[in-house]
């Protein structure tokens, strides 16, 4: 009997290294570089605002041109509220007793020292409040009275520490919903439009930062304390006015008794 042979496998040579690589290898080396974030992606505008620009049919806002009007907007250049507009949006806030400021684009370095003299250009300041994690770099400024909380609003796009800080309003009390974030974005944008259209309100451009020179106070005359007082008498005024008294008295007496002169 004849054995059949077995069929033996087919040998696979090994695999070639090459000092190379492959097409594979180089894309896994090659990382895409990372491209910078514009000022509209990393500072996007409400949900509202854009809707109501979808809209008008307006068209969307470039990266450059936005640029530019944000420097234009937040260089000072946009005038403060008016008193009947912060009383309409303190209506609105909750507590509206506690006049907060949100005041974004801080430095990390920044002290409380400096954000309270800062502001304090604007009007009295109650307190500063710089959260512990400062991971985002912004605070919280609370002012004494509406007229300096009017005239905060005139720091949004001053440069402080090195940066150039933007002013929001804000609302007190530690932890807030996504909803009232929301609407305080809204409120801002609202802020924002109110402050373009003032640069036409006299009553809003006459605000500023500078003190105004005080009026000297005319003072009203009292015609008694303030009449001229007599200059004091000579001995010669003396005498001579005790001689006119004498002779009347004498002349006086010849009446009496019916001398005549």
């Known amino acids: 009997m004849v ?3 077995r069929k033996q496998p087919p040998v696979v040579a090994p695999p070639q290294d090459d000092d190379s690589g492959s097409d594979y290898e180089v894309d896994r080396v090659i990382l895409p570089a990372k491209v910078p974030k514009t000022v509209q992606e990393e500072f996007p505008l409400p949900k509202q605002v854009l809707r109501e620009t979808r809209r008008k049919g307006a068209p969307e806002p470039d990266t450059e041109s936005s640029s530019e009007e944000e420097e234009d907007d937040e260089g000072g250049n946009l005038p403060t509220l008016t008193k009947s507009q912060i009383a309409a949006i303190l209506q609105t806030i909750k507590n509206n007793k506690r006049l907060v400021l949100n ?6 370095t920044t002290a409380k020292e400096e954000i309270f003299e800062h502001f304090e250009k604007a009007g009295r300041v109650k307190s500063v409040r710089i959260p512990k994690r400062r991971s985002a770099g912004f605070a919280f400024v609370e002012m004494v009275d509406p007229e300096g909380f009017q005239r905060a609003f005139l720091l949004d796009g001053s440069f402080l520490d090195g940066r150039q800080i933007r002013v929001r309003l804000s609302e007190s009390g530690k932890k807030k919903s996504h909803q009232k974030i929301l609407l305080l974005e809204q409120k801002n944008a ?3 439009k109110m402050r373009k259209k003032n640069r036409s309100e006299k009553e809003a451009t006459a605000v500023s930062l ?5 009026e000297p106070k005319v003072k009203e005359r009292d ?3 303030d009449r001229k007082k007599a200059k004091p008498k000579t001995k010669k005024d003396i005498k001579a006015h ?3 008294v004498s002779m009347r008295a004498k002349v006086r007496n010849m009446e009496r008794k019916g001398i005549k002169l």
């Open 3 to 5: 054995k059949a042979k």
């Open 103 to 108: 005041i974004s684009n801080v430095n990390f």
């Open 190 to 192: 609202e802020i924002r």
């Open 210 to 214: 500078t003190p105004k020179a005080l």
């Open 223 to 225: 015609p008694i304390l």
């Open 242 to 244: 005790n001689k006119k």
